[in-house]
């Protein structure tokens, strides 16, 4: 049976807008009292209700005050103080190991969009400083044990932030409430220590952009990205502090001949013979170490060690009040933000999911938002966040905000759309036996071109949103053993202008489901040893897609981009986010009859 051809595109990453461009959020008041059920508000709506702090101290600062661990270790740590004696204020805690001297730079640098400046630099994660001292908290930044001006040569844990907590709880500037705030590592960090332990003088925490948690979204593709983030080839990231003692690897302690044959068995691997930079990595992992250690362990997953060392929290075990948020979209939170606040089981849980892509750098957006959450349980201001639902969402394609009760939407309409040939996406199933279409990806070595499918929606006679986790059910044979899945929902607008909805990643060798686990909505992909490919084998990939809310509008279009490549000459691409390439060439044939999209389709309000 021949295979179609015709409708090959290529796929530029650069035509596709991952997040918008010109919409700046900003907080939108609420009346308390107001009935908010199914209302669209231009900025993030907030529940009004006692007034919150009020700028109204200067800033005194303490450099590397050596806080005392129960072990003796003591760590430099920074305090941002109001410059007023006799008074105690409530502590806002941010704790990673991304150099507490390096966030400094947050008290004068403005935000700097995403890849819109050469300044965002990633790594300024902290949160806003000067906004929360002159509003009256004390704003605690240490730097982790065995780094910086810290003592210690071991690892950080846990203990070590319920000691700084503590420690601050009892200093004569503090009122005995302390919180934490921070994004990415700064996250993790707090859903570590409220699940492992919590301080009693810890209050609340707001991990937006959530990180790490057990990454149940395995896809099994190795995201690149990561490894420019620790080497400094992520937008204008600053390198991360070395340790004074690196600890010991993993990877390093199997025995020298095992070690031996799995480096070799990578070496071998196309995807890592035909990339210098990776095969460099592998013959010389005193270089990279961590990379080094990553990328041996992505051929065969493993359930995954925590960061710092530590075990897996049971986030289940949360119960300290928190508002965690992540952007649409984006790869290292949005997965692990729904992970974690789906095992959280807490009243005082809030949710918020912002516009697509990370949002600038240095972290300070939201920060009135943040104060909100922050005033109701380290002052007892009751500003009204608590009487909020607990979800508050950005709905991309009319860029409205809404709250919501729980997450998935109860009121949701699943629904399956069909990829027809000649590139159709509809309801309607595929009558008949049609013939596969094909696209070819040469390997990128030879020709860097993306190519793709494409298949997309008639143009819509009505508004459709689509607000859920969503997943592709694709029925595709290869000729090689091994490919990458990427797909990506696109808005099509009148023009042919196309926004980016979401993404999904499914490495063939790890399609294999873990059927106790998935739900419809969500296949879920064991780690497990790769599964090579029967060539020519019709199998059906079940690839999860990040969740997000898009209302497409009348008189746009649905569509599916299949690919398996990102545009490594793309701006992305170039700012060193991409996913490992395959390095062979690879003929793709997509099949007919059971493919489709999994939607969650939100009903028009009817009142």
């Known amino acids: 049976m021949a295979s179609k051809s015709m409708r090959v595109s290529i796929y530029h990453g650069d035509e596709i807008r991952p997040r918008l461009k010109d919409y700046k959020p900003f907080g939108q008041p609420v009346p308390h009292g107001t009935d908010v059920k199914g209302v669209f508000y231009d900025g993030y709506p907030q529940i009004t209700k006692q007034e919150g702090s009020k700028p109204e101290h200067s800033v005194k600062v303490e450099k590397d005050v050596m806080v005392p661990m129960r072990d003796g270790v003591r760590i430099a740590t920074d305090i941002y103080r109001p410059d007023v004696d006799g008074k105690r204020f409530p502590a806002i805690l941010s704790y990673f190991f991304w150099g507490k001297d390096a966030q400094e730079v947050t008290r004068w640098l403005p935000e700097q969009e995403y890849w819109d400046t050469p300044f965002w630099d990633g790594s300024l994660e902290t949160g806003a400083i000067d906004y929360f001292v002159e509003r009256g908290y004390v704003r605690v930044i240490p730097e982790p044990r065995n780094f910086g001006k810290s003592e210690g040569t071991t690892p950080p844990t846990t203990k070590d932030i319920y000691d700084v907590i503590e420690w601050i709880a009892k200093q004569p500037w503090c009122d005995g409430n302390v919180g934490m705030i921070g994004a990415c590592g700064y996250a993790a960090m707090q859903t570590d220590i409220a699940a492992n332990n919590p301080p009693p003088s810890l209050k609340a925490i707001i991990p937006f952009e959530a990180i790490v948690g057990t990454q149940e979204h395995f896809h099994g593709i190795f995201d690149c990205m990561r490894m420019n983030i620790r080497t400094a080839r992520h937008g204008n990231d600053h390198l991360m502090p070395e340790p004074h003692v690196s600890p010991t690897l993993p990877i390093f302690n199997l025995p020298p001949e095992e070690l031996e044959a799995r480096v070799q068995e990578a070496l071998d691997h196309p995807d890592i013979k035909y990339n210098p930079r990776f095969y460099a990595i592998l013959k010389y992992p005193e270089v990279l170490p961590m990379v080094f250690e990553e990328l041996i362990k992505s051929f065969h997953p493993r359930p995954i060690t925590h960061l710092l060392e530590l075990p897996i929290p049971d986030y289940s075990k949360i119960k300290t009040p928190i508002y965690i948020s992540t952007p649409w979209n984006e790869l290292l939170y949005t997965w692990q933000t729904f992970e974690i606040w789906e095992k959280i089981d807490s009243p005082t849980r809030k949710l918020a999911l912002w516009p697509s892509k990370a949002p600038g750098r240095p972290f300070v957006a939201y920060s009135d938002e943040i104060l909100r959450f922050h005033d109701y349980w380290l002052k007892g201001i009751d500003t009204g966040i608590m009487d909020e639902p607990p979800v508050k969402l950005f709905v991309m394609g009319i860029n409205k905000w809404r709250f919501e009760d729980e997450w998935p939407l109860k009121r949701t309409a699943w629904t399956k759309f069909y990829l027809h040939p000649e590139g159709g996406l509809s309801i309607e199933p595929v009558k008949g036996r049609p013939e ?172």
């Open 436 to 607: 596969p279409e094909t696209f070819t990806q040469p390997a990128p070595y030879l020709d860097p071109t993306v190519y793709c499918l494409t298949y997309s929606s008639e143009v819509l006679k009505q508004d459709i949103e689509i607000t859920g986790p969503m997943a592709l059910y694709l029925e595709a044979s290869i000729d090689k053993t091994e490919t990458n899945w990427m797909v990506d929902i696109a808005d099509v607008d009148e023009k042919g202008n196309r926004m980016l909805v979401t993404t999904g990643y499914l490495a063939a060798e790890h399609r294999a489901l873990d059927k106790e686990r998935s739900l419809p909505y969500r296949p879920i992909h064991p780690r497990q040893d790769p599964a090579p490919v029967t060539p020519g084998e019709v199998v059906e990939y079940a690839i999860s897609f990040m969740p997000s809310s898009n209302l497409f509008k009348k008189g746009h279009r649905i569509q599916l981009i299949i690919r398996n490549q990102d545009d490594l000459l793309s701006r992305l691409g170039i700012w060193g986010v991409y996913m490992l390439p395959g390095m062979q060439t690879v003929k793709h044939d997509i099949h007919f009859g059971k493919s489709h999209l999994f939607l969650p389709v939100i009903p028009a309000d009817k009142k």
